[in-house]
């Protein structure tokens, strides 16, 4: 099978496409043909930085494919599943036509949307279900989401909707505006002074800024963000899990139609340079996939 893989770390050159033995599915696990999988921060940040797995490496961690078989697993061959790896941790990467996962990670894919859409769903949707379940947000509150139209900003918007608390949006730059609108933020900025201090129950920063000043009293500071936490009591960390049962319940959403992904752009797999290019180079509304 093809795979993307790395020898060592760096730029978008050192990207290769090249093939490498089947992976062999353990007893409990799951053998899918990838359909698409994409890109989130920690991939480039995998590729840049030494941080990871033993190298080579396999790198990726959202998929979308077909069951090919499943050993011992409540899974059928034919079946349209989704599954979030945590590569870093474990080294199964997704970024390869085949890919072995334990049967625990797997959901079935949402049926409105296209399969190889679907991709763009794991990671960022695992990872705001986390954060946003950490902020307590209730239909009473007031909360701030920075980064609003990124990957994962954008699912917490449309999330928090569903709560019914009043969502603001701080974006990166004012073509990103009337996007967080849409997603569902009732105010939207592109400059942080024009937010008012102590006015948030709570703050969900994807970027990492110190935005502590905007909490009320009392007030929850959750971030995602590699950067280090303002200095506000109670501020706390994020760290996404792999949870089968969130990614089945935003399935769920998407197929209710109360969810909705972004995509950005498709490239096949012989064009992941362009699309760590594209993807590195900001402003991107919307997930870029990575097709097979």
Not at 113 to 118: E, G, R, S, V, Y
Not at 139 to 167: F, K, N, P, W, Y
Not at 172 to 178: C, D, E, F
Request: some cysteine; proline content about 7%.
């Amino acid at each position: 099978m093809r795979a993307v893989r790395i020898d060592q770390h760096g730029g978008p050159e050192v990207l290769t496409v090249r093939e490498i033995p089947d992976p062999v599915p353990a007893p409990g696990e799951v053998l899918i043909r990838a359909a698409a999988s994409s890109l989130n921060p920690v991939d480039w940040k995998t590729r840049a930085r030494d941080v990871g797995p033993d190298l080579p490496a396999t790198l990726g961690w959202d998929l979308s494919g077909t069951v090919v078989t499943a050993n011992d697993a409540p899974f059928h061959p034919g079946d349209q599943v989704i599954a979030m790896s945590a590569q870093i941790a474990t080294g199964r990467g997704t970024w390869s036509e085949l890919v072995a996962l334990p049967a625990h990670l797997i959901t079935h894919a949402p049926t409105t949307i296209p399969l190889t859409d679907a991709a763009a769903l794991p990671l960022a949707g695992v990872t705001a279900v986390q954060a946003l379940d950490k902020t307590g947000v209730t239909r009473d509150s007031r909360l701030l989401v920075i980064g609003a139209t990124g990957a994962v900003g954008g699912i917490a918007v449309q999330l928090a909707r569903h709560t019914g608390a009043t969502i603001d949006a701080l974006v990166s730059r004012p073509a990103h505006i009337a996007e967080a609108r849409e997603l569902g933020a009732t105010h939207a900025t592109h400059t942080l002074t024009d937010l008012c201090p102590a006015t948030y129950d709570a703050v969900l920063d994807t970027v990492g800024l110190d935005a502590g000043h905007l909490l009320t009293p009392g007030g929850r500071y959750v971030s995602i963000a590699d950067e280090p936490l303002p200095d506000v009591p109670g501020a706390l960390k994020s760290y996404v899990q792999e949870n089968a049962a969130h990614l089945a319940h935003l399935t769920t959403l998407i197929d209710k139609n109360e969810l909705h992904l972004r995509i950005a752009t498709r490239h096949p797999l012989d064009e992941i340079r362009t699309a760590h290019e594209k993807f590195e180079a900001g402003g991107v509304l919307g997930k870029i996939l990575l097709t097979f």
